[in-house]
């Protein structure tokens, strides 16, 4: 066994001390050993006389013969790596290094027009007076990344999909699964329980439905469609009876998107009270993780970086990220992990 975690690791070309992390693109010398292994075993992965019959009988079959069972062998064995690399990080002690790295931060595209917030907040006004605009619905579909931190063990990234439906008589269901849509199919790591742990893709963490409630406090009453009434039902949600920073502005607003997905009007009253605030700038163009074109608005706080991401056409908010601007090493963080991501959809 340990001669074939050798093969796999010799395979591996992005290892986890290698320039870039495991979920991004590889370098130049990493894309070379790729192309040589899909070419040609002998090129990409480490042999010695005998090597042949170390390998599994599976992965013999599919590593050997010809280049069409090649490329679905280097998919089994990046599968192998990856899941080889994640029970290290979760297995191993704090002076490990992380194998399974947080996201990158979100890269804004170079030379893209910033668009400024105001005519954001024009085109959502825009949409809501067409007769087909989006309408308000109680519930939410998000997709999250958050890291998880300890200061025993290295920090990791747990994804989650949540889908809350409410029901005509005030019930609802709850629906959370451990995926990732960046690298569909492979493990994921949960926390459920307590301590981190493999999932397979999809695997269902919670699915419960609630009897019937309602209430008429924010965030669980419906939001108003004024940007001064929308700012104070954000800070009742907050619990505050002072004006909210930007920050605390931005993290009021991702509650009221956990609980509602907005219509058009209001998205458009929102656009506006996010016209308004501090220290928000646009920045240009970003690709969010679910692969949506949208336009970012930085904040940076406190040694955080909070991205806003809104949908160019709607004025729609599509995501937010908060990202470290300073390392945190009793954490084992460093400058410019992303802390959590959050990307709503209808």
Known sequence: MADELELLRGADPAPPDGPHFGDGPLDHNAERRLEQLLRDPGNGLPTRPGDRGLLPGRLRDLLLPGPRRLRLAWGVVATGVVAALTLTLVLSG??????VAAPRPLVVETGS???PLHRMAERAAALA???DAPRLR????????SLGMSDDKPPITLPEERIVRWRADDSHTEL??????????RPVLSDAG?????????HVLLDRTYPPSWSDAPP?????RDPARLRAYLMEAQYTDTPLTTPELLDAMATLLD???LGAPESAALARLLAGAEGLRPVGRVTDRLGRRGQAYVNDTGGVRRMLIMDPATGAVLGLESTLTAPEPAFGVEEGDVMSYSAWMR
């Open 94 to 99: 704090p002076s490990t290094p992380p194998a």
């Open 113 to 115: 027009t910033p668009v």
């Open 129 to 131: 007076e067409t007769p």
């Open 138 to 145: 109680k519930g939410t579909h998000v997709q999250s990344w």
């Open 176 to 185: 959370v699964v451990a995926t990732d849509p960046r690298h569909p199919g």
């Open 194 to 202: 307590g301590e981190p742990h493999l999932v397979d893709d999809g």
């Open 220 to 224: 669980k009453s419906p939001p108003p």
């Open 259 to 261: 609980h509602w997905t």
